[in-house]
């Protein structure tokens, strides 16, 4: 195999030279530049297949550099070397298409091994077959015609093929486990199972039994064997759902097998061999948790071979329309009503919301107006109460005459001039605004937004806001 050229982005001299030397010995060819617009010169002059970008350099930092490759030529690899105390410059390069993140000060060793196995992962996808990206699901439709997801449907095709463990991570109800269900029946191994598990729901005393099962007696109350879901998947695929809230110990347990794919059930002494494939998922800020502690980096690069970022919704905007028009044929067939479209005033008002659900909100937002709509178009006034309030700067705010002969209300208007509905809205966008400068953080928020703590807990709930939904 031909040799991977490597081109080391660092200002340092002496970090750039002992890079240089460590990545030399470990056998690949190669190139440095000392900022990002040398770099890029050399990109376009040289094949490059990975470049190790500094965040922090003269002339162009290492963000805006990586976005220029990645506009330039998405398959090159990047992989970020960050400051340890500036973690959102991790989030945010994986976010614009870096492969991973070292952190600062940087071991020979990670580095070569981190290199090695992008490229690797990387060759893998290059050398399948080339045809059209189709991404099917047993059931379903996967709906996406923005520039975001197409590049996602082509990932997922292309790591159809392979038997590479995935992480997908994305905002809560972004289209993960559709994700995972894609790859999972797109592949070889879509005749066998896909078994999910919620690592947030298994507890930390039946993990063990779950995963690997046991044998009769092996535990009080273990009254007949069990296999557990590793063997249920053999063949086939283990989803590994919110892995970012497995405890320490389950994490040892599971990079265990990982590494060695092969477990022993509770009360056994025989080993058993596996053969799953794995993918997992999770809204939770990983970099922050490995950090802190709370997650190890070694599973996390286990996992992590290859990394899909889901955008939220607010940034695929391109992709509502498609989605509001296939839930509504969906939802047609189940709800069995003859709702055929929707109202453009209805589309404007869906395409305008920032939808912090995401998907899963948008799906329940179709099928609330559903159940409510009696016309044969969704409209307005069956979208749920916080669509329909008078937004303050539209309305009662403008310099024009509330009454205009110009532009007489129309009917679906004047059935929304409700001052309770109006507050509602308000309540709910201000509520959201402070949780997102607080970062969702209760008790910041209700401090500084001066809300009793219990009230803004009421609300939230009455809204149906998840503070989590604004951690990251
Ligand atoms: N691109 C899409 N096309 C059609 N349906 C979608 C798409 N993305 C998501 N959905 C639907 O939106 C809902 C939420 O998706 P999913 O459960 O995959 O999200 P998630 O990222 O796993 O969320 P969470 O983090 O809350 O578990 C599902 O009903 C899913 O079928
Ligand atoms: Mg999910």
């Keep these: 195999m031909s040799q991977y050229r490597i ?221 557990g879901r590793f063997q249920y998947a053999e063949g086939g695929t283990l989803f590994l759902d919110e892995i970012g809230d497995l405890s320490p110990s389950m994490q040892v347990k599971l990079l265990r097998v990982l590494q060695e794919r092969k477990f022993t059930p509770v009360g056994s002494s025989r080993e058993i061999e596996m053969n799953v494939r794995i993918i997992a998922a999770t809204n939770r800020n990983l970099e922050e948790m490995i950090q802190k502690g709370t997650f190890r980096e070694d599973l996390f690069y286990r996992l992590n071979v290859i990394p899909i970022y889901l955008p939220p919704l607010k940034e695929r905007k391109d992709d509502i329309e498609n989605l509001v028009n296939y839930f509504i044929r969906r939802f047609a067939q189940k709800h069995k009503k003859s709702i055929f479209g929707i109202t453009v005033q209805a589309m404007e008002k869906l395409s305008a919301h920032h939808w912090p659900g995401n998907i899963r909100e948008l799906e329940n937002t179709i099928e609330h107006a559903f159940v409510i709509e009696s016309g044969d178009k969704l409209s307005a006034k069956s979208l749920p109460a916080h669509f329909n309030a008078f937004k303050l700067g539209n309305n009662l705010n403008s310099a024009a005459p509330i009454i205009d002969s110009s532009s007489a209300p129309s009917v679906e208007d004047a059935d929304l001039l409700d001052y309770n509905r109006f507050k509602e809205e308000f309540e709910r966008e201000f509520i959201i605004r402070a949780l997102k400068t607080f970062k969702g953080r209760i008790n910041q928020t209700a401090l500084h937004a001066k809300i009793p703590k219990k009230t803004l807990l009421r609300k939230l709930e009455k809204y149906s806001i998840k503070a989590e939904d604004f951690r990251l």
Aim: net charge negative; glycine share 6%; with cysteine.
């Design 7 to 227: 081109l080391v982005v660092e200002d340092d001299i002496e970090l750039r030279s002992t890079l240089f030397e460590a990545l030399e010995q470990g056998g690949f060819d190669v190139l440095q530049a000392e900022d990002g617009i040398e770099a890029l010169d050399k990109i376009r002059t040289n094949q490059i297949d990975l470049a190790l970008l500094d965040v922090n350099m003269p002339q162009m930092n290492g963000l805006d550099c990586l976005t220029e490759i990645k506009n330039y030529d998405p398959s090159i690899i990047v992989i970020i070397m960050t400051a340890y105390s500036a973690i959102e410059d991790a989030v945010r390069a994986i976010k614009a298409g870096a492969y991973n993140y070292l952190a600062k000060p940087i071991k020979h060793q990670a580095v070569v091994e981190m290199v090695q196995r992008a490229v690797d992962a990387q060759a893998m996808i290059r050398t399948m077959a080339y045809s059209a990206p189709i991404v099917t699901l047993e059931n379903g439709e996967f709906v996406g015609h923005s520039g975001e997801m197409k590049k996602i449907f082509n990932i997922i095709y292309k790591l159809a093929k392979v038997d590479t463990s995935v992480l997908i991570r994305g905002d809560s109800g972004t289209g993960k486990e559709l994700v995972a269900r894609a790859l999972h029946y797109n592949s070889s191994r879509k005749d066998e199972k896909l078994i999910p598990i919620n690592c947030s729901a298994i507890s930390e005393t039946l993990f063990e039994s779950e995963l690997f099962g046991h044998e009769r007696g092996a535990f009080t109350g273990a009254d007949q064997r069990q296999i």
